[in-house]
């Protein structure tokens, strides 16, 4: 069983920091965390519009800072899940030579969804759809563990 999670999306302020508040309540018994492919943001809270979305499904995500993923991500985490396949791309560039945690597209695990990735909220404005997408998959995701 993969106990340790990293969520990764472009810059860690929409789609992975709600992956990982998602997973905190649906998926209790797991350490998760999230991080970007991209340091833009690091250190700013979530986007306040996916926050208000998130907040008025019960999801808090005011207290999680955006983070750039490292090298050593590839050695704490069990398991890493991208939102798309650029990020997946990106995720295993950075791979450090030896490193053995797998990259998994979220989607991958909800394919009844007929979603290839998850849509980057900050510019489709969709972040309703989004926490559908992410909620359902996440589900999907601990039935796979």
Known sequence: MSNRILFVCLGNICRSPTAEAVARVVLPDLQ??????????????PYAPMQ???????YDLSGLRARQVVSADFDRF???????QDNRAALEELRPSGAGAPVRVLTDYAPG??????PDPYYTRDFDGVLDLIERCIRRLGAAL
């Open 78 to 84: 069990d398991l890493i899940v991208a939102m798309d």
């Open 113 to 118: 969804a007929g979603m290839d990735h998850v």
């Open 32 to 45: 998760v965390d999230s991080a970007g492919t991209g340091g833009w943001h690091v250190g700013e809270p």
């Open 52 to 58: 208000a979305a998130a907040r008025a499904r019960g």
